[in-house]
């Protein structure tokens, strides 16, 4: 039985599989064609942070499917010391066929995985964000026909949906640059990870947003203090001034550049409403893809089950 609990779980072609999948069920979706593949499947959706993306494209994306969801927060399913983790994971995985999580932990998803029955799916946590990562992929082919060799700049903080991208791009033959202030790169543990898994790969840093956007193909970023770190926002607002995404940022990189963000956006922060918002942007194709993702993963996870 496979989980997703980082890509780290999936080889190339199992990342490539799930791609060509989420990409016909949306030319179908966009056909007027909803497959109704899994009548009566159940997904649990087992969630620590609140969520706009993630909870509806994924019930959706089961819905779309012929099944249904199961909302629970991590507290009313007993994981608040109520109950034992094996205990939880054994009981809810007996009653779905998916559970998808959202959580501050990594462990507590690997753990869930450890004792379920069915897969599990990480649709968050403080350390991955998998599925936003094969979200992004999907949305890059889709833009550009094609994945190899393509520059990706991420422009933010070295958090889990960089180093998922980061994770994303050595398997797909794509380049990563993280642009972050000094004391917000990538760090050592992860770099030595990357190093082990894909030796060669290389992960390119840079202090320069505009150094490093100058060969961009797609340019991204994120909020710059994410859920669990509001404490800290005023110090990342400042030590992030200058790592804005705005129009002048956009302007060094080339005019085909693509401007990404995984969304919710804090505007006026991170990026101005003329770059979201902006011919360049495909930040909304990127939205609606979570669905399409969710589907095509669904579908490998329950046909390799």
């Not at 509806?56 to 109950?83: C, K, P, V, W, Y």
Request: net charge negative.
């Amino acid at each position: 039985m496979k989980h997703l609990t980082s890509l780290l779980d999936l080889t190339s072609e199992e990342l490539t599989a799930i791609l060509d999948k989420a990409a016909e069920l949306k030319t179908k979706f966009r056909n007027g064609d909803r497959p109704q593949l899994y009548p009566g499947r159940v997904l649990a959706q087992l969630f620590e942070k609140p969520s706009l993306r993630t909870r509806n494209s994924f019930e959706a994306a089961m819905i779309h499917l012929g099944g249904s969801g199961i909302f629970l927060t991590t507290a009313e399913a007993g994981l608040n010391g109520r109950e034992s983790l094996p205990d939880v994971a054994k009981v809810l995985s007996s009653f779905s066929d998916i559970i998808t999580m959202r959580t501050f932990s990594q462990k507590l998803i690997d753990e869930v995985a450890r004792y379920s029955s069915c897969p599990v799916i990480n649709g968050l946590s403080d350390e991955r964000h998998p599925c936003q990562a094969m979200t992004d992929l999907l949305t890059i082919r889709e833009t550009f026909g094609y994945l190899k060799d393509l520059h990706l700049v991420f422009v933010g903080d070295g958090n889990n949906v960089s180093m998922s991208l980061a994770i994303a791009s050595a398997m797909t033959g794509m380049r990563l640059t993280l642009a972050a202030p000094k004391g917000f790169e990538f760090e050592a543990s992860f770099l030595e990870l990357m190093a082990e898994k894909f030796p060669a790969h290389r992960v390119t840093q840079s202090n320069d947003p505009k150094f490093a956007v100058k060969s961009a193909d797609l340019v991204y970023t994120d909020v710059w203090a994410s859920m669990g770190q509001e404490d800290d926002a005023e110090r990342r607002k400042k030590a992030f001034a200058n790592f804005q995404v705005n129009e002048a940022l956009m302007a060094v990189a080339p005019k085909s550049a693509r401007f990404m963000h995984d969304l919710p956006a804090k505007r006026g922060l991170e990026v101005t409403n003329d770059v979201m918002d902006g011919d360049q942007s495909i930040v909304f194709q990127q939205a609606e893809n979570r669905m399409h993702l969710a589907k095509g993963l669904f579908v490998w996870l329950l046909e390799n089950k």
